[in-house]
């Protein structure tokens, strides 16, 4: 008897995030993907990056929890657009249910679209949803072995972020160990330390406004 295998069980869900991909390019927006552990301070981030970014940049997000709407109203003020998606018992985003949150949206009005996954470093790295990057985020707080622990996402993050570093001193960190996990992975990514608390965001702010002009000056080119 020939036993049937099936190899590629994200197939339906990778063909749904091109469907994705294809509405945000020709809508002309950069998409991030921000996938960190519960706690590292996502929201916390992205409310004051859109807070600072806000006179500049039209700003959609789409934020993943298993309940409640907590984050989609800490970002309601800063941001243009906010949906929040919730999973129930599921513990990442796929591109489905990103499908539906971008119906909900008017991308055409958006320069910026974040979407924030569930807090999890572990299977939102596998799902694509269509976004132009991954950008993984730890935090001091969390201990220095993360990135050799989830060595997945440092290997898919097109940037890594190290929050709360104004802790530092108040917790134990071994900032070279976590420096070194990292490079071992994934040699040329960019690693930004930032600190929302000591409004640490400069580079993060340079990274992100950049990425955006470049996808919009290259849909520019294109029609
Ligand atoms: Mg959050
Ligand atoms: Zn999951």
Known sequence: ?????IENVLKLNDEVAQINRSQLKQAGLFTLNLIGAPGCGKTALLTALTKKLADDLRIGVCVGDLATTRDADRLADSCAQVVQINTGKGCHLDANQVRQALSQMSLDQLDLLVIENVGNLICPVGFDLGQDVKIGMFSVSEGDDKAAKHPYIVTEASLLLLNKTDLLPYVPFDLQKFH??????????????????ADELDELIDWITQKVAATGAESAAAT
């Open 180 to 197: 070194d996990d990292v490079r071992r992975l994934n040699p040329d990514v960019p690693l930004l330390e930032v600190s929302v608390q």
């Open 1 to 5: 008897m020939q036993v049937p295998v």
